[in-house]
């Protein structure tokens, strides 16, 4: 169950072409980002930027925006998201259809969008998100779920149940959850791969990374193992490169000639996101050691990218 993972990895990434234009590599959005966590978000958008996207969104609460710009100015951000201690129940209605209205507007140019790195856990604004999922669902958008993300699908499975293009990436706890709310039994380690199997199964075929000392991945019928590489670092952020990682992959696989026929997009997507990002975190380990902090992982993408794939190819 191993898989080539670099091997994958080379097959999608597309070449470099004089004759391309700005969009398409891959134009990626992240929804997410609020008054306590902005890290998150931008450590989703720039990794998307930093493996080769030309164009990483955030979409955020106002109080989130002014913060994440000032990480970057290559991130386009949307400052339209809002919380329940910011809008008066009178109001919420009108300005949740706002929202929506101003996300319609970008929905078809975006080729996969991250949700929840940063989000929180307001009411308010996960109703909101939910209303921007299920239209993503309508526009065939395929959709990376992290963070906050998972805690909204976990509460709400119907959100991607039976959606072929939405990608899970559970830690240890979020995967305790899924497990528990959609199986209604605990984790077996002993049988993981089967119980995988069965979990995405029971969500309608959706792909699941679970992330841990090997990437499990699998879509309800093919079960991928991601192994080496990576660090014994656990810096909080990680998971939000891997999900800006998985969308720029996912977005490279759809336009892509299969390596195997039998893989979707969003499984070669998993597979290739994982292969990189655990050995941008090798290379920076090897450098930092101890101190190696998500920003260090980041600056090791380039470079991880341009083994596996270089750019004169």
């Known amino acids: 169950m191993e898989v080539d993972a670099i091997g994958i990895l080379r097959s999608i990434t597309p070449s470099l072409d004089h004759l391309k234009h700005k969009g398409q590599a891959g134009n990626i959005a992240v929804v997410g980002g609020c008054r306590e966590y902005t890290g998150a978000p931008f450590f989703s958008a720039i990794s998307a930027l930093k493996i080769g996207a030309d164009l ?27 919380e329940s201690y910011s809008v008066r129940e009178e109001d919420k209605k009108a300005v949740s259809s706002k929202v929506i209205e101003e996300i319609d507007k970008w929905l ?10 940063g ?25 990376v779920i992290d963070g906050d993300g998972l805690f909204l699908v976990t509460n709400s499975v119907d959100l991607v149940n039976g959606y072929p293009l939405a990608v899970l990436t559970p830690n240890v706890n979020e995967y305790k959850r899924l497990v528990q709310k959609v199986l209604q039994c605990e984790v ?3 049988d993981e791969h089967q119980q995988l199997l069965s979990l995405a199964k029971g969500l309608g075929g959706v792909t699941i990374l679970r992330k841990g000392a090997s990437d499990i991945i699998c879509n309800g019928e093919t079960v991928k ?20 990682s998985v969308a720029v992959f996912v977005s490279w696989a759809q336009d892509s000639a299969k390596p195997e026929p039998n893989l979707s997009s969003t499984m070669l997507g998993c597979i290739a996101g ?3 990002v655990r050995k941008a975190a090798s290379v920076a380990f090897k450098s930092k050691g101890r101190s190696t902090l998500t920003s260090d992982i980041i ?8 083994e596996f794939y270089p750019a004169n190819q």
């Open 225 to 244: 193992v991601v192994k080496g590489f990576g660090s014994a670092r656990r810096c909080g952020g990680q998971g939000d490169i891997l999900s800006g």
């Open 299 to 306: 600056n090791c993408l380039g470079t991880s990218m341009e």
């Open 119 to 143: 989000l929180g856990r307001d009411s308010f604004l996960l109703e909101c998100v939910a209303e921007i999922m299920k239209h993503a669902k309508k526009s065939n958008v395929p959709m």
């Open 56 to 82: 990483s969104h955030v979409f955020c609460t106002k109080d989130a925006a002014t913060v994440i710009k000032s990480y970057s100015p290559e991130l386009i951000v949307h400052p339209i998201l809002e």
């Open 188 to 190: 077996n380690d002993q």
């Open 274 to 276: 994982s292969v990189l």
């Open 108 to 117: 078809e140019r975006f080729d996969c969008l991250v949700v929840g790195p």
